[in-house]
C-alpha cells in the first residue's frame, strides 16, 4: 500500500514538473486528485475499510501525500502563470483613438467667452441674425444718412419679410444684421433694468473676403444698464473680463472712439498679453491691442426703447470674437472659419 | 489723411517751434484720433541712408573720354574727395551739390522704388556716388529743376562763409528740413469730426490736447474782398442739398509756376501738382478743409450756374476724360446746356482748367453730405473733395475758403475780381446745450467744478456760462466748426477726454443680484451641441448665404420661400438658406479624402415670414441612414422628446425632394395621440438619404445619409424636467434572436410594430443585428435577424412561456408578412 502511495506521488510529481499549461495541470488534478476515480481519490475510498491499525499508518500517509501533490501543483500553477502572464504584452504599441467630436473652434472661443460673462450675472440673448432696419439701425442713433447703412456695407433683403414683430415694420427694410448691437433695444423693450445681457452670434457685413475680412464674422455685444453706471464700471468691467478670459493681469486703456449709439464713446485697447507689452508682431510693437469698441449707451437709444430720459443710464461693448479666436490659436486666415476643412477641425 | 507738420506749425505755438512727433503719437492718440504713424517728410534723406546724402562741393570738372554727355566730376565732402561721374548739365567746378554716397538710397528720376548705391564703372570709369537732382532724391518740389538734366545747385542757398563747417553734413540737417514730418492719422477715428479734416482744424485740436501747444488763430486773418457785381447767375433747385454758394469770376493768369511751398506741401499730403489754379484750390482744402471747384468761364454757357439733380440720360466726361453716366440722385452743376461737375465729387474736362484759360469762375459752396455721398458711389470716383463734404461741412467755411483763395490767387496768379455771386440758405441758429455738474459726476465718475470745466471747454473753443450765485447748472455753447456737439453727452466725452481718459477711476459694479435670465434656445443650443459631440460628430459652420448653382445641384426647385439678397457679394451668396443640408454636403465634399465623415451644424434658417435654429447631421458611411437614425434619437431620447417616426414619399408637395433618394424621407413627429394629422410645430424634422444624383453632382463618393431638425419644437416638446427614473426590474432578462426571411418589399417597420404589439409593456429592447440578402437566401427574400430583449417587472419569465410566446409571434408574422424562421 505504502508502495503505491509513493509510486502515485512520484508519478504525480513528475507529471508536475513536466507540464507546460495550466490544462496539463488540471489533467494531472483530476486524475490523481480528483472525486470520481482518481489514483488517489480511489485509495482514499478505500480507506475506510480498513482495520484500524492500518488506518493509523495509511490515513496519514496518504493526507500528507495529497498535501505534497496539491502544493507541488500550486507552486506549479503559479509559476506558470507568471511566466504567461505577459505574453503578447506590448505596452509600446500605438493607442486607438475612439471616433470622437468637437465644437467648432469658433464655438469653444465663444463659450468660454459666454461662461466668463454668465459667471458675472449675465443673461444670454441670439437674436435673430436677419433684422428690421429698425434694430440693426434706427433704434441705435444710426440715421438713414449714415455710411454703415451703405450698400457697399451692409446686406439689404429684396424679399418682402413677414414676421410677428412688436412694432410694424413692414414698410422699413430688412439686412443681416451688422453688429450684434441689433438686441440692444429689443432686450430693453422686453426686460426691466437692472440688466446685465450678452449677445454672442453671428453677423454679416458685404465687403471682399480676403485672410483679414470676411462677410460672416463673429461678435460678442454686451451691456449693463442701471440707475447709475459710469465710465470706471466700463472700465473695470473690461479688465475684469478679458483677465478671466487670458487668465493673467491685464490693463484696458480707452480712446477716444466713434459709435452712434454711445456717448461717450470708447475704443478699449488691451495690454499685449502676447508679449506683456514689450513689442511684438501682434501689438505692432505699441504694447497695446485693439480689442473692444464701447461706451455709455446713447440717450437716443434709451428713447427708442421706450425710456424716460434721464432715469437709466447704461454702458454698451462688442468684442470682435472672430479675431479673438485668431489671436487665441494664431490662425492667420479668417477663411479657415468657414472653409470646415478636417485637416483644421481636427486639430481642436 | 496726411497731414504736414510743417503747415501745422505755421498755426501752432510750441515751445520748440515744431511739433514732437512722438508727442503727438501718445497724446493724441489717447486724448483725439488715432495717428497711425509718421514719417520724415524727406524720407530719403533720413534715417541711416539719408545720412550718406550730404552737402559737398565740385572741385574739378573733366571730360568723360569715352561718353560726350558725362563728366567726370571731384568731389571734395570736408574730409577727403571721390571720382563721381555724372551726366548733368550744370555742373561746374565750386558748386556746393547735394552728394549721395555709396549706400544712400535714391529714385531713379524720382520715380519707383529707391535704389541703393554701390560703387560702379561707368563707361570704363570708377565712380562712387552720385551728384543728385533735386527729384532723386525728393526736393523737387522744394528745388524745380531748370532744365531736366541739371543736378541740384546748392551754391546759391550758402553763400555765407562758414559753410566749409556744413560740408560732408547730412543734407537733411543742412537744409533745416529735420523737423518736417507727415502724419497719418486714421480717418475712421475722427468721421464724426469733419472740422479736423485740414491743418487748422487739426492744429486746434492738438493745441486743445497737448501741453505747452496753443493756437495762433485767433480769429480771421484773412482780408475781406471788395464788392463785385453779380457776373454769374447761380440757380439752386433744393436748398436743402446747396445751402451756400458762392461764385467768384476772375481774371487770372493760368500760366504762373505754383510757388514751391505750395507745391511741396501739396506733395506732403499726397496731392499733386496741377496747375497754379488748381493747386490754389487743392492747397486751401488742405488748410481749412473747404473744397473748391474752378471752372474756365468761356466754357460756361450763359455764364449761368444751375445747382441741380441729373436728369434722366444725363452724363458727364470727367476730368481724366472717364465718361460716366448720371443718376437722377445725383446733384450737379450745370449750365444751360450741360452738366459742367458733379457737386462736390469732380469737375468736368469739358470746363477744366488749362494754361489757355483767361478767366475762371471758383466754386466755394456747401453741398449735402449724403447727397455728395451718393454722386461720389454712383459715378464710382472717390475724391479728397467728396471725402470732407461727406462729413458734413459748416456753411461759416465757405467765406473763410473764398477769402484765403483769392488772397493766395491773387498774390501768385495775378488775380483780379471781376464779379462775386453768393447764395446763402443757411440759417444761423446758435444752439445752447444745458447741463448740469451732477450729470459728469453721474457718467464718468469724475467730481469736477464749475471752474474745471470751463477750463477744460475753454480749450475746445466752447463758450461756457455758469450761474453767478448758486447752482451747478451749465450753459454751453460749441464753436461754429463743431457740429458734432449737441447733447450733454456729447460734452462730457469732451471733457474726459481733455482730463484725461487715464484719470477716470476704475470702479466694480454694484448692483441688484438676480438669477440671469437667458435665453431658452441658446441654452438647449449648448447642450445639444455637446450631446452631439459626445455621439463623436464633428461641428461645422458654414455661411448662411447660397446661390442659384448649389441649389440646382442639390436638386432644389427654387421657390417663393427663399430670402433674397438685394445686394450680393457674389451670385454664390444671393438667396438665405432654408436649410443647413447644402453647404454641408459642400463640407462632405470638402473632405471626401477623409476616412468617415459625420459631421453637425446648429444654425439659423431664413423664411420671409420665420427665422428659426435648425440642426443638421450628415453623415457618409456605407450605413449611414442607419448611423443618422441613431444619433437623431438619441439625441431626441437625451432630451426626452417622445416621437413618432413615419415614412412618407413624394405624395407630398415639397420642392426639394429630389434631394432625397427614392424620394422618400423619414419624418420625426412629437408622439402625440390625439393629433390625427401632424401640426407643423409637432414635426420635429427629417430624415433621408442623399439622392445618388445629387452625389455625383457634387462628385461625392459613397453614401451620404443627413436629417434636420427643429431647434424649437425640440424645446418645445421636450420633457426634460418631467424625467424620472424607470422602475429597475429585479427579475432576469431574456433574450430572444430570431431570424426572418421575409420578402424583400416587406419594410422592418411593419414588423417591428407586430413585435411590439406583442411583446407590451415586458419589450425591454428590440434591435435590428443584421439584414442579409446574398446567396443563401432567395433573390426575392431577404433575412433579417433581430433580437427581442423580454423583461417583467412582476416575475421571472420561464423558457415555457418565451417558447408559447415566440410560436405565437412566428404566427402573426406568417400571417401578416408571409414570414418564416430562416434555417440557421
Redesign the interface.
Known amino acids: 500500500m505504502k508502495d503505491i502511495v509513493q509510486k502515485i506521488e512520484a508519478e504525480a510529481l513528475a507529471a508536475i514538473t513536466a507540464a507546460t499549461s495550466l490544462i496539463d495541470l488540471q489533467d494531472i488534478r483530476v486524475r490523481v486528485l480528483g472525486r470520481k476515480d482518481s489514483a488517489l481519490g480511489n485509495l482514499l475510498k478505500q480507506l475506510k475499510d480498513l482495520s484500524a491499525d492500518v488506518k493509523r499508518e495509511v490515513g496519514p500517509l496518504l493526507n500528507s501525500t495529497r498535501d505534497g501533490i496539491e502544493a507541488a501543483l500550486q507552486t506549479k500553477t503559479t509559476a506558470l502563470e507568471e511566466a504567461t502572464e505577459a505574453e503578447g504584452l506590448d505596452l509600446t504599441l500605438p493607442g486607438i483613438t475612439p471616433s470622437r467630436g468637437a465644437l467648432h473652434p469658433m464655438t469653444q472661443v465663444m463659450n468660454e467667452m459666454v461662461d466668463i460673462f454668465r459667471e458675472f450675472g449675465f443673461m444670454v440673448h441670439e437674436g435673430p441674425e436677419l433684422d428690421s432696419e429698425y434694430y440693426n439701425f434706427e433704434t441705435l442713433n444710426i440715421p438713414k444718412t449714415h455710411p454703415a447703412r451703405d450698400i457697399q456695407d451692409t446686406f439689404f433683403v429684396n424679399t418682402p419679410i413677414t414676421r410677428p414683430e412688436k412694432h410694424d415694420l413692414t414698410d422699413g427694410k430688412w439686412v443681416m444684421r451688422t453688429h450684434t448691437s441689433n438686441m440692444q433695444v429689443r432686450i430693453l423693450e422686453e426686460h426691466e433694468p437692472p440688466l446685465r445681457c450678452i449677445v454672442p452670434g453671428r453677423v454679416f457685413r458685404n465687403e471682399a473676403t480676403d485672410a483679414t475680412h470676411d462677410h460672416t464674422f463673429y461678435q460678442l455685444e454686451g451691456f449693463v444698464v442701471d440707475k447709475n453706471m459710469n465710465v470706471g464700471q466700463l472700465l473695470w468691467m473690461l479688465q475684469e473680463v478679458l483677465r478671466a478670459f487670458y487668465k493673467k493681469d491685464v490693463t484696458v486703456r480707452l480712446r477716444p472712439g466713434y459709435f452712434p449709439f454711445v456717448e461717450p464713446g470708447y475704443e478699449a485697447d488691451m495690454s499685449c498679453v502676447f508679449c506683456d507689452q514689450k513689442g511684438c508682431r501682434i501689438c505692432k510693437h505699441t504694447g497695446w491691442i485693439e480689442m473692444v469698441g464701447s461706451g455709455m449707451i446713447h440717450p437716443e437709444v434709451f428713447k427708442a426703447a421706450g425710456y424716460k430720459e434721464g432715469e437709466y443710464t447704461g454702458f454698451a461693448f462688442g468684442l470682435g470674437m472672430s479675431r479673438i479666436a485668431m489671436l487665441k490659436y494664431g490662425m492667420n486666415d479668417i477663411r479657415l472659419m468657414h472653409e470646415n476643412s478636417f485637416e483644421f477641425l481636427n486639430q481642436f | 489723411m496726411l497731414y504736414s507738420t510743417q503747415l501745422l506749425n505755421q498755426f501752432l505755438e510750441t515751445q520748440t517751434g515744431s511739433l514732437d512727433p512722438e508727442a503727438l503719437m501718445r497724446d493724441l492718440?489717447?486724448?483725439?484720433?488715432?495717428l497711425e504713424g509718421f514719417e520724415s517728410a524727406f524720407p530719403l534723406l533720413a534715417g541711416a541712408p539719408g545720412e550718406k546724402i550730404v552737402l559737398a562741393r565740385i572741385t574739378a570738372v573733366s571730360k568723360h573720354p569715352d561718353a560726350d554727355r558725362l563728366n567726370i566730376c571731384t568731389v571734395f565732402d570736408g574730409l577727403r574727395e571721390y571720382q563721381v561721374v555724372c551726366g548733368g548739365s550744370n555742373v561746374v567746378p565750386d558748386m556746393l551739390i547735394a552728394f549721395a554716397m555709396v549706400g544712400a538710397e535714391v529714385k531713379w528720376h524720382g520715380e519707383g522704388d529707391p535704389i541703393v548705391l554701390t560703387p560702379a564703372k561707368i563707361r570704363g570709369v570708377e565712380s562712387e556716388g552720385m551728384i543728385c537732382a533735386a527729384e532723386e532724391i525728393g526736393l523737387g518740389a522744394l528745388y524745380p529743376a531748370t532744365d531736366e538734366r541739371a543736378v541740384l545747385d546748392l551754391t546759391d542757398a550758402f553763400q555765407n562763409p562758414s559753410v566749409e563747417e556744413w560740408l560732408g553734413k547730412p543734407l537733411l540737417h543742412v537744409l533745416g528740413l529735420s523737423d518736417q514730418y507727415v502724419l497719418d492719422i486714421d480717418n475712421k477715428?475722427?468721421?464724426?469730426r469733419s472740422d479736423l479734416f485740414s491743418h487748422v482744424g487739426m492744429a486746434q485740436e492738438i493745441a486743445a490736447c497737448l501741453p505747452n501747444v496753443v493756437t495762433r488763430l485767433k480769429s480771421p486773418l484773412l482780408k475781406r474782398m471788395k464788392e463785385a457785381p453779380e457776373t454769374i447767375t447761380v440757380t439752386i433747385d433744393d436748398p436743402a442739398l446747396c445751402l451756400r454758394y458762392m461764385a467768384l469770376e476772375l481774371a487770372v493768369d493760368a500760366t504762373k509756376e505754383t510757388p514751391a511751398f505750395i507745391v511741396e506741401r501739396l506733395r506732403q499730403c499726397g496731392i499733386k501738382s496741377i496747375n497754379v489754379i488748381v493747386d490754389i484750390g487743392n492747397y486751401v482744402m488742405i488748410e481749412y478743409g473747404q473744397p473748391m471747384h474752378a471752372f474756365d468761364e468761356q466754357k460756361i454757357h450763359n455764364n449761368t450756374l444751375h445747382v441741380r439733380l441729373a436728369k434722366t440720360g444725363e452724363s458727364i466726361e470727367l476730368l481724366g476724360k472717364q465718361t460716366k453716366q448720371l443718376s437722377t440722385e445725383t446733384l450737379v452743376i450745370a449750365d444751360d446746356e450741360k452738366v459742367l461737375a458733379v457737386a462736390g465729387v469732380m469737375g468736368g474736362e469739358h470746363s477744366g482748367i488749362t494754361t489757355n484759360t483767361k478767366r475762371i469762375v471758383l466754386e466755394v459752396a456747401t453741398f449735402d453730405?449724403?447727397t455728395v455721398?451718393k454722386g461720389a458711389?454712383q459715378i464710382g470716383v472717390r475724391t479728397d473733395s467728396s471725402l470732407r463734404y461727406?462729413k458734413g461741412l459748416p456753411e461759416e467755411l465757405v467765406t473763410l475758403g473764398s477769402q484765403r483763395a483769392f488772397e493766395l490767387l491773387e498774390d501768385f496768379a495775378d488775380a483780379q475780381l471781376i464779379g462775386m455771386t453768393s447764395v446763402n440758405h443757411a440759417t444761423d441758429d446758435k444752439k445752447e446745450i444745458v447741463m448740469s455738474l451732477e450729470m459728469i459726476t453721474?457718467?464718468?465718475?469724475l467730481q469736477l467744478s464749475a471752474k474745471e470745466v470751463k477750463a477744460l471747454l475753454g480749450r475746445l473753443q466752447c463758450k461756457v456760462v455758469t450761474p453767478r450765485v448758486y447752482g451747478t447748472e451749465l450753459r454751453i455753447t460749441p464753436p461754429w466748426f463743431r457740429r458734432d456737439l449737441n447733447?450733454p453727452?456729447?460734452i462730457?466725452?469732451e471733457i474726459?477726454?481733455l482730463y484725461g481718459?487715464?484719470n477716470?477711476?476704475?470702479?466694480?459694479?454694484i448692483?441688484?443680484?438676480?438669477?440671469?435670465?437667458?435665453?431658452a434656445?441658446?441654452?438647449a443650443?449648448?447642450r445639444i451641441?455637446?450631446e452631439?459631440?459626445?455621439?463623436?460628430?464633428?461641428?461645422?459652420?458654414?455661411?448662411?448665404f447660397y446661390g442659384t448653382e448649389l441649389m440646382k445641384t442639390v436638386g432644389y426647385e427654387q421657390n417663393g420661400e427663399?430670402?433674397?439678397?438685394?445686394?450680393?457679394?457674389s451670385e454664390d451668396?444671393r438667396y438665405?438658406r432654408v436649410s443647413l443640408i447644402p453647404r454641408m454636403l459642400e463640407?462632405v465634399k470638402?473632405?471626401d479624402s477623409?476616412p468617415?465623415v459625420?459631421?453637425?451644424e446648429v444654425?439659423?434658417v431664413?423664411t420671409?415670414?420665420?427665422?428659426a435654429r435648425q440642426i443638421g447631421v450628415v453623415v457618409r458611411d456605407v450605413d449611414a441612414v442607419r448611423i443618422v437614425r441613431g444619433i437623431v434619437e438619441s439625441l431626441l431620447a437625451q432630451e426626452s422628446v417622445p416621437f413618432v417616426t413615419e415614412k412618407i414619399a413624394a405624395t407630398v408637395d415639397c420642392p426639394f425632394w429630389n434631394l432625397y433618394q427614392g424620394k422618400q424621407a423619414l419624418r420625426y413627429a412629437v408622439d402625440n395621440p390625439n393629433n390625427g394629422d401632424v401640426a407643423p410645430d409637432a414635426v420635429l424634422g427629417t430624415l433621408g438619404s442623399v439622392s445618388p444624383k445629387v452625389l455625383q453632382r457634387m462628385g461625392i463618393s459613397g453614401t451620404v445619409a443627413f436629417a434636420t431638425l427643429s431647434l424649437p419644437n425640440m424645446l418645445k416638446y421636450g420633457a426634460r424636467e418631467q424625467k424620472g427614473l424607470a422602475a429597475i426590474s429585479p427579475y432576469p432578462a431574456v433574450d430572444i434572436d430570431v431570424s426572418l426571411l421575409l420578402g424583400n418589399d416587406v419594410a422592418w417597420g411593419d414588423v417591428e410594430q407586430v413585435i411590439r404589439s406583442h411583446a407590451g409593456d415586458q419589450l425591454k429592447s428590440l434591435s435590428v443585428v443584421d439584414v442579409y440578402r446574398g446567396e443563401r437566401v432567395d433573390s426575392d427574400k431577404k433575412s433579417v435577424t433581430c433580437r427581442i430583449v423580454l423583461q417583467s417587472q412582476s416575475e421571472t419569465l420561464e423558457m415555457k412561456t418565451i417558447e408559447l410566446w415566440r410560436e405565437s409571434l412566428m404566427r402573426d408574422l406568417h400571417t401578416e408578412f408571409g414570414a418564416v424562421l430562416r434555417d440557421k
Open positions: 492718440t489717447t486724448a483725439s484720433v488715432e477715428s475722427m468721421t464724426h453730405a449724403v455721398r458711389q461727406e453721474r457718467t464718468t465718475g447733447i453727452e456729447d462730457i466725452e474726459v477726454r481718459i487715464q477716470i477711476p476704475v470702479q466694480p459694479i448692483g441688484e443680484v438676480t438669477i440671469p435670465q437667458s435665453e434656445e441658446y441654452t443650443g449648448r451641441k455637446d452631439l459631440t459626445a455621439l463623436g460628430l464633428q461641428e461645422v459652420l458654414t455661411y448662411s427663399h430670402v433674397e439678397i438685394q445686394n450680393p457679394l451668396l438665405l463640407v470638402r473632405n477623409a468617415r459625420d459631421i453637425f444654425g439659423h431664413y420671409p415670414s420665420n427665422e
